[in-house]
């Protein structure tokens, strides 16, 4: 008989508290963690939060002190369950509730950094989402900006630096956010006679600049996929919608941050793509430092450097068996194996790692980022061979991606690409099969599958 998942340890935090309830035990977050190190940086940020918020002069949502006392407490239930009813009202969440206009502001920035620091804890496991902070903060040097995209690379890391709130060490932003001028509001409260911080008027001519932007390339049909850009039949005029819309009006914003901070050194941890970053991007551990000037090429020492970090990163948590020799379908093999069987026979990795979602997810979009920047390099370069020595490094950068989660969309979807131009073709489909069964509800997969055997008869 195998052991069950409980008896491995294996068991997500999230799982065990919501059992531990359900039998009768309170059971606090603070309990679950094993690390007192971890607990103490927790408890001071949410205190920081909280002092934070209630000097703020934007009216308070109901229930902010309950939402505070159950943090305090480590009641994770109990503040989620705040959290939920919040985000069916807040303007940056899809509901069908009233827009509720109090979740603006810092105090709703102090909320939502708080749920999402603690998340961090409760979904993923608490070794990897510490390891995944300090590693970040450690290469940060003091006083840098660093934009933080994704909700790991946002919150964990708030929650985790010495004091957002100080920018001690390092200033912290996301760039997910500036399109809202309560967003740099709060920015400029903490930050405002540390640096600049985009004013009302250069959120109005970034969203000018883009509009004629847009306008231009939907007359062009060169649109963005997922840019919901159109004309009103009555009025003629602009309607911008969507994510991707509101993502290059960020940045184009976070552009302004950079281009006025000139004494600051800057990163990023990318969730959304910003053409205008690219030339400037170099790998730097888990993210990306963003140089002063544009990068013509990126040097073999910092191809190695890379290559060798994410090696020593992920060996810990999958094993050591993908190296340059290790086919697509080697790793569909382990896929099948081990996220698909759970299957752990001859498994050298850590198990802990591969059965925490949230985990393994973040270290694979982060990975998969790298490889985005390597093959935006070879589409944009007329050598030969320096096109060849940039797919190379993002081929092995999608296939740890890849090998860490199996089904995480932005891989799939790159590696797919890069493989077909490559002529690859029944590696791009082994990539697509695959994760059409690690993820049997995602009809992009499916539909994925399906294209791609057409184009092959």
Same mark, same amino acid.
């Not at 170099?282 to 990126?298: D, T, V």
């Given at each position: 008989m195998k052991p069950s998942l409980k008896s491995l340890g294996l068991i997500s935090l999230a799982t065990g508290l919501a059992a531990a309830r359900c039998a009768g035990q309170q059971t606090s977050l603070w309990d679950s963690l094993t690390n007192s190190d971890d607990v103490q940086r927790l408890k001071s940020f949410i205190a920081e939060k909280e002092a934070q918020a209630n000097t703020a002069t934007n009216e308070p949502p109901a229930e902010l002190p309950a939402f505070f006392a159950a943090a305090q407490e480590g009641d994770w239930a109990g503040l989620n369950g705040i959290f939920k009813d919040y985000r069916n009202h807040a303007g940056q969440y899809e509901h069908t509730g009233a827009t509720n206009e @109090?979740? @603006?502001g810092t105090k709703w920035q102090d909320i939502i950094e708080v749920w999402g620091g603690l998340e961090a804890f409760v979904d993923g496991n608490e070794n990897y989402s510490a390891l995944y902070a300090n590693d970040i903060i450690g290469s940060l040097p003091p006083g840098s900006i660093y934009f933080g995209g994704t909700d790991p690379g946002r919150f964990l890391v708030t929650a985790m630096e010495k004091s957002q709130v100080d920018g001690d060490p390092f200033l912290l932003v996301t760039q997910n956010a500036l399109a809202d001028g309560t967003y740099l509001d709060y920015l400029r409260t903490m930050y405002? !006679?540390? #640096?600049? #911080? =985009?004013?009302?008027e250069d959120s109005q001519q970034c969203f000018s600049d883009y509009s004629a932007d847009a306008q231009q390339r939907m007359k062009n049909g060169q649109l963005k996929e997922g840019e919901k850009v159109s004309t009103d039949p009555n009025t003629g005029r602009l309607q911008i919608a969507g994510q991707v819309a509101v993502m290059e009006i960020n940045g184009l914003l976070a552009k302004v941050i950079f281009d006025h901070n000139t004494d600051r050194d800057f990163y990023i941890e990318e969730?959304? =793509?910003l053409d205008w970053m690219y030339p *400037?991007? +170099? =790998? *730097?551990? /888990? $993210?990306?430092k963003l140089n002063r000037e544009p990068l013509a090429k990126l040097s073999d020492e910092t191809l190695q450097k890379d290559r060798d970090y994410w090696t020593?990163? $992920?060996t810990p948590m $999958?094993?050591?068996w993908l190296t340059d020799d290790t086919s697509v379908a080697d790793i569909s093999a382990y896929a099948e194996k081990v996220f698909l069987n759970h299957d752990f026979s001859n498994?050298?990795? !850590?198990?802990?790692?591969? /059965?925490? @979602?949230?985990?393994? @997810?973040?270290?694979?979009? +982060?990975r998969n980022s790298i490889g985005g920047l390597y093959t935006w390099r070879a589409k944009h370069t007329d050598d030969a061979a320096e096109k060849d020595r940039m797919n190379r490094a993002a081929d092995f950068a999608f296939r740890q991606s890849w090998a860490l989660c199996p089904d995480l969309p932005e891989v799939v979807s790159r590696y797919v690409e890069l493989l077909n131009d490559e002529k690859r073709h029944v590696d791009a489909l082994t990539v697509a099969e695959t994760a059409a069964e690690c993820d049997t509800t995602n009809a992009v997969f499916q539909n994925l599958v399906t294209q791609l055997k057409q184009e092959q008869h």
């Amino acid at each position: 008989m195998k052991p069950s998942l409980k008896s491995l340890g294996l068991i997500s935090l999230a799982t065990g508290l919501a059992a531990a309830r359900c039998a009768g035990q309170q059971t606090s977050l603070w309990d679950s963690l094993t690390n007192s190190d971890d607990v103490q940086r927790l408890k001071s940020f949410i205190a920081e939060k909280e002092a934070q918020a209630n000097t703020a002069t934007n009216e308070p949502p109901a229930e902010l002190p309950a939402f505070f006392a159950a943090a305090q407490e480590g009641d994770w239930a109990g503040l989620n369950g705040i959290f939920k009813d919040y985000r069916n009202h807040a303007g940056q969440y899809e509901h069908t509730g009233a827009t509720n206009e @109090r979740l @603006r502001g810092t105090k709703w920035q102090d909320i939502i950094e708080v749920w999402g620091g603690l998340e961090a804890f409760v979904d993923g496991n608490e070794n990897y989402s510490a390891l995944y902070a300090n590693d970040i903060i450690g290469s940060l040097p003091p006083g840098s900006i660093y934009f933080g995209g994704t909700d790991p690379g946002r919150f964990l890391v708030t929650a985790m630096e010495k004091s957002q709130v100080d920018g001690d060490p390092f200033l912290l932003v996301t760039q997910n956010a500036l399109a809202d001028g309560t967003y740099l509001d709060y920015l400029r409260t903490m930050y405002g !006679d540390k #640096i600049y #911080i =985009p004013t009302k008027e250069d959120s109005q001519q970034c969203f000018s600049d883009y509009s004629a932007d847009a306008q231009q390339r939907m007359k062009n049909g060169q649109l963005k996929e997922g840019e919901k850009v159109s004309t009103d039949p009555n009025t003629g005029r602009l309607q911008i919608a969507g994510q991707v819309a509101v993502m290059e009006i960020n940045g184009l914003l976070a552009k302004v941050i950079f281009d006025h901070n000139t004494d600051r050194d800057f990163y990023i941890e990318e969730s959304f =793509p910003l053409d205008w970053m690219y030339p *400037h991007l +170099e =790998p *730097h551990g /888990l $993210i990306f430092k963003l140089n002063r000037e544009p990068l013509a090429k990126l040097s073999d020492e910092t191809l190695q450097k890379d290559r060798d970090y994410w090696t020593k990163t $992920i060996t810990p948590m $999958i094993g050591s068996w993908l190296t340059d020799d290790t086919s697509v379908a080697d790793i569909s093999a382990y896929a099948e194996k081990v996220f698909l069987n759970h299957d752990f026979s001859n498994f050298t990795g !850590d198990t802990n790692f591969v /059965l925490s @979602r949230y985990s393994y @997810r973040t270290f694979s979009k +982060e990975r998969n980022s790298i490889g985005g920047l390597y093959t935006w390099r070879a589409k944009h370069t007329d050598d030969a061979a320096e096109k060849d020595r940039m797919n190379r490094a993002a081929d092995f950068a999608f296939r740890q991606s890849w090998a860490l989660c199996p089904d995480l969309p932005e891989v799939v979807s790159r590696y797919v690409e890069l493989l077909n131009d490559e002529k690859r073709h029944v590696d791009a489909l082994t990539v697509a099969e695959t994760a059409a069964e690690c993820d049997t509800t995602n009809a992009v997969f499916q539909n994925l599958v399906t294209q791609l055997k057409q184009e092959q008869h």
